[in-house]
């Protein structure tokens, strides 16, 4: 069975840093393309970053790039978004994601194509 389990989640003031963890189970895990994904409440799932089978190449959405940074250690299975400075519209569900193909960064940032979710941390940014 196949698990995608996030944390690290909580409350930050703007400007402060999180660092949000998902643990993954049941699968190869360096034969996965590992992205996270957030929604805020009333707004579409949306991309926020990816990283490489085996933690090379990187693609972020444009609203984090610069603040945020994807990692991996697959010894562990697990892969970390690292956020710094953030903004009250970080505000969100995190949701770490899997697939098994690498592309362009359009073609990451599509939900359809994911393998396996998980069930999400959520990140309060307040002002």
């Known amino acids: 069975q196949v698990q995608l389990v996030e944390s690290g989640g909580g409350s930050v003031q703007a400007g402060g840093s999180l660092r949000v963890s998902c643990a993954a189970s049941?699968?190869?895990?360096?034969?996965?393309?590992m992205g996270w994904f957030r929604q805020a409440p009333g707004k579409e799932r949306e991309f926020v970053a990816a990283i490489n089978w085996n933690g090379g190449p990187t693609y972020y959405s444009d609203s984090v790039k610069g603040r945020f940074t994807i990692s991996r250690d697959n010894a562990k299975k697990r892969v970390y978004l690292q956020m710094n400075s953030l903004k009250p519209e970080d505000t969100a569900v995190y949701y770490c994601?899997?697939?098994?193909?690498?592309?362009?960064?359009?073609?990451?940032?599509?939900?359809?194509?994911?393998?396996?979710w998980g069930k999400g941390t959520l990140v309060t940014v307040s002002s």
């Open positions: 049941g699968l190869t895990f360096g034969n996965y393309v």
């Open positions: 994601a899997a697939r098994t193909d690498w592309g362009p960064r359009e073609t990451l940032a599509l939900s359809v194509g994911l393998k396996f």
